[in-house]
């Protein structure tokens, strides 16, 4: 199967967003504070570890279309639409940056999903799926919580 160069650019650029997602995760995992701290401390070790998983299986899957990750943090800079937060300390704002940064990477999943069906690639289809899923289970959750710190 050949792969479209613009195909495995996304999932590249997938790679190097989930890169800086899982350094802004650790930097609150690092910084938070205040009354929360206890439950959010767990719960960011928790999504950071993920993460990493997530990492690791984008950049595997690319390498399986035969093509290389990226692998610079430079490259991760310029390519992820996930930027590289202040440092935050507040729960909820930190929250808030989670669900913000898994809608922004649930729409990129979405979109390779596509190309990855209009490829006939269900090796790419079934991670894109199961990611997507997650998330969407994650957002709702993160969503209950926020409403609940009000």
Known sequence: MEIPTTYTERL??????YELHYQNLRSLHWNVKGAKFFELHL?????????QIIIDEVAERILTL??????????YLAKSIIPENNLISNGEEGMKYILDAQKSLLKLEREILNLSSDNDDEGTNALMSDFIREKEKTNWMFTAWLNTAN
């Open 66 to 75: 035969g093509v290389t990750p990226l692998s610079r943090f430079s490259d």
């Open 12 to 17: 590249n650029v997938l790679l190097a967003s």
């Open 43 to 51: 719960k960011y070790e928790e999504l950071y570890s993920r993460t």
